[in-house]
């Protein structure tokens, strides 16, 4: 039986972030996965406007991890990352999650390209938008409808400004580096 946890823990939400960072950016993502990790773990999370959840299996396997983050004014959400861990986890088990979140939450998604609404379409994402960029915005079913055409915004970080930060600091560099790789090892340890 599978099922959907909120991550809680601060070490284990940082070592899930770190995987999920890890997992979404690859191997060949320069400084992508360790930016991400900053910007979630110092802005969003200290703002508690991001959330982890995990779906895992009874034995506490996780199949697939997704960030959540909140609007500014903290009433609806969007889908930040969403990836299944190496080995472990497909395709079903990121539909299972997604679609257990918008069922439960005002929720949507952004879809690239065609595949991408697609598989959020199966995920029970019906009502689509058109978002900056040529991005396709996916409405969940609580997700309400756009105000005048708009949507909330959504609470980012400055991603220029975390590597202008590291290159700034390298103590800060250094820091998170060795913050995110700590995290991946302990990853390995819970997963």
Not at 110 to 124: I, L, P, Q, Y
């Amino acid at each position: 039986m599978m099922k959907v946890v909120h991550v809680k823990n601060p070490e284990t939400r940082e070592a899930c972030l770190a995987k999920l960072c890890a997992s979404v950016y690859g191997q060949e993502a320069g400084l992508a996965p360790l930016v991400t990790f900053a910007g979630t773990q110092g802005v969003l999370f200290e703002q508690e406007a991001a959330r982890l959840f995990a779906l895992t299996e009874d034995d506490g396997t996780i199949l697939c991890l997704a960030l959540i983050s909140s609007d500014v004014d903290g009433g609806t959400m969007e889908v930040g990352m969403l990836s299944t861990p190496e080995g472990k986890g497909d395709t079903r088990h990121s539909r299972h999650l997604v679609k257990t979140l918008a069922e439960k939450a005002p929720l949507r998604v952004t879809a690239a390209d065609e595949a991408g609404e697609a598989f959020f379409r199966r995920c029970g994402i019906e009502r689509w938008v058109d978002g900056d960029g040529g991005l396709r915005v996916g409405l969940g079913p609580l997700h309400p409808a756009p105000v005048n055409g708009v949507l909330p915004s959504v609470v980012r970080f400055n991603g220029d400004g975390i590597v202008r930060t590291f290159k700034q600091e390298p103590e800060t560099f250094e820091a998170y580096k060795s913050r995110f790789v700590a995290a991946l090892e302990r990853y390995s340890n819970i997963a």
